[in-house]
């Protein structure tokens, strides 16, 4: 592993702002609508207590809310996608007409997707790397919104070394981009920490971050309460947030650009401190 002390600066337009990536960290605040998350089911799925945490995790330093309606933990329940926009679409109006923050939903449906980018998110977060649902390359190109995309597959078996294949599924969905006229320039890699990895293979990935963000895209670090930290600390979810800020840190040094996170606040104290030994910003 090595620091990346000069990654490339990257602006990428997201409704009405320009996000700088390379300037500073961008902390995403992850909002589970559903009932069995694996950290945090069912804490948020009643409205009002949806829009007070995003509005507590807001003044806590979150720069994106992550709307999620279905959970991807390991073994999780499918829901219908009209289910899914019944959990989401609310939380998206009541963000999108009561705040100013950017808005992501986190969904590997595009008919889901697509219904949220009309009730006001700006962002498309999907689990699959647009290889899942093929729709989902079209519908981020009709409406012209960033997607982040993640590195997946089922299993843990690899023909190549890890960060060949990651280069390699990449590689692929750079190709669906460019065949649904998605523009490349929307793009945000993320390497999928816990999906398709066991915990060697999560490891092998953290100490080789610099790498994704040497291709020129963006990139989104998702390591916030998982198993891995859970398999190093041996504590459950909710006490992994120590272990979470170490990860941000490790991103930190690496280049990453945003860190989706449960803790909101612990994170964005981090990565300040860090983004001024590091990025050298001002504080």
């Known amino acids: 592993m090595y620091i990346l002390n000069e990654p490339k600066i990257i602006p990428m337009h997201i409704g009405k702002r320009t996000l700088r990536f390379g300037t500073r960290s961008f902390i995403m605040g992850i909002l589970n609508v559903t009932p069995d998350s694996f950290s945090d089911g069912g804490d948020f799925s009643a409205l009002d207590a949806a829009l007070a945490h ?9 720069d994106i809310i992550d709307v999620g309606g279905e959970s991807s933990r390991p073994g999780y329940t499918e829901v219908s996608a009209e289910e899914e926009m019944r959990r989401v679409l609310p939380i998206i109006k009541k963000l999108a007409t009561e705040t100013d923050v950017l808005i992501s939903i986190d969904t590997m449906k595009a008919s889901v997707a697509e219904a949220a980018l009309q009730a006001g998110a700006h962002i498309l977060n999907d689990v699959w790397g647009l290889q899942r649902d093929g729709e989902m390359a079209y519908v981020a190109a009709k409406y012209d919104a ?3 995309v993640m590195h997946n597959q089922d299993g843990t ?3 190549r070394p890890l960060m060949d294949e990651m280069i390699r599924f990449f590689e692929h969905t750079f190709t669906i981009a460019d065949q649904a006229g998605l523009s490349r320039e929307n793009l945000i890699l993320d390497p999928g920490v816990g999906f398709g990895k066991d915990f060697e293979q999560n490891l092998e990935t953290m ?3 610099a790498q994704l963000r040497e291709m020129g895209y963006p990139v989104l670090l998702g390591t916030s309460r998982k198993r891995m930290l859970g398999t190093l600390l041996d504590v459950p979810p909710k006490e992994r947030t120590e272990g979470t800020v170490a990860t941000t840190v490790i991103g930190i040094m690496q280049g990453m650009d945003i860190f989706r996170v449960h803790d909101v606040k612990e994170n964005a104290q981090a990565a300040k401190v860090t983004d001024v030994i590091v990025r050298k910003t001002h504080g």
């Open 54 to 62: 995003a509005k507590e995790m807001i003044a806590d330093g979150a």
């Open 146 to 148: 960033p997607i982040v």
């Open 157 to 159: 078996e690899y023909d």
């Open 207 to 209: 100490r080789n971050l």
